[in-house]
């Protein structure tokens, strides 16, 4: 029997988890599901035959080391903070993994000790990233087989509440990790545009914000989203002048974001004192200066944002509870730990509403051979269940639970560190995920030479 280790059972794990379950049950698997909540492991499994739970404590070396030790296959749905430790130790004991995070540079370095074991480390198995490298790389390939060169090339992904959720005034419900949420950004966006190289800090990213009409669903509002020219060389597009990955948003959340990060709130780095034991407008009240002449907290704050004091801004800092006398309580330490439990309190996917994906990838080609300019659109949108799996958990789990068992059936002959944009494995990948119905559409324009 093959042993399949699964760690984490978070808001991206559910339907990763029920399919290789089932999976389990056809090939005479186990899976075994560890996370820090015991409870939440065991409703995951719910007493499936081929699966059991266990409590984990990811610093905990010794269990941690033993369970990989008795795997065949891991798949590692803990934070991104925890990928090199979980990487290094599958490299010791020679087991392939498999994440749905960003490549930590630090992994990537591993590529040739996990080459020598003969062990596969795959990253970005997600959606975003994950299932947009894979539908990316098959439209390049698609242009490179007419002997297309590619011009631009401008990607978008989003997970949102459905249109007809009306919760908050930030038109915004945690689907996934909240402390991704609240980070976001934190590194700053570069990408290229009409060939010149754009740099961003922080606080930057949500003031470059542009509008994107979506084909059968309306106007988000977009901003850059990390390092976009990495995947100029991933994907070898030497010759294109625009390159940008962007997040999708309703339009309005980032002129409110951008002043959470003005004031300086998503710091993970800095452990403040007694934080647990203080109120939310004892938590603001630490990002201004020092009040001398007794103005009102909320009047500090918009003048030292430069703000309306009134605005839609201020009401949203306000509905946040930024404002609030509630003590913040609980197991947090940093500032940005206080930001993921505001978001995890204020913002959650109200019982029966659905949430939606949604990728587009819009690249312009030119085709010598052809006498041809062509914009290609392609655009993928998926809905949650009311009250089952949303579609955030569907779309970041499948991909991970179809190369875990890709992998066990020693369908994917390839080692190293690796990203889904090598042909061996986004093929057979999105060969399955269309039986499941994730199929972009895609619109063709001429334009002019």
Known sequence: MKNILVLGAGQSAPYLISYLLNEAKKNDWFVTLCDMNYELACSRINNHPNGNAVEFDVND???????IKNSDVVVNFLAPTFQYLIAIDCLTHGKHVVTASYENVRVADLHKDALRKGILILNEMGLDPGIDHMTAMQVVDGIRKRSGIIESFISYGSGLPSPEVDSNPLKYCITWNPRNVAMAGDAGAQYMEDGKIKILSHHQVFQRTWTVDVDEFGTLEAYPNRDSLIYQNIFQLDKVKTMIRGTLRYPGWSETWLQIVRLGMPNENMKIPGISGKSFSEFTEMFIPVNSNGTKLETRVANFLGINPTGKIMQNLKWLGLFSGEKIGGEVKTAAEVLTKILSNKLPLPEGARDIVILVHEIIAHFPEESKRQKITSTFIEYGEPNGFTAIAKTVGLPAAIAAKLILQGELPITGCQIPT????????????????????????????
């Open 61 to 67: 070396e010794t269990l941690r080391n033993t369970l």
């Open 422 to 449: 090598h042909p061996v494995i986004y093929t057979k990948v999105l060969e399955e995920l269309k039986t499941h119905g994730f199929v972009f559409s895609e619109k063709i324009s001429d334009l002019e030479s």
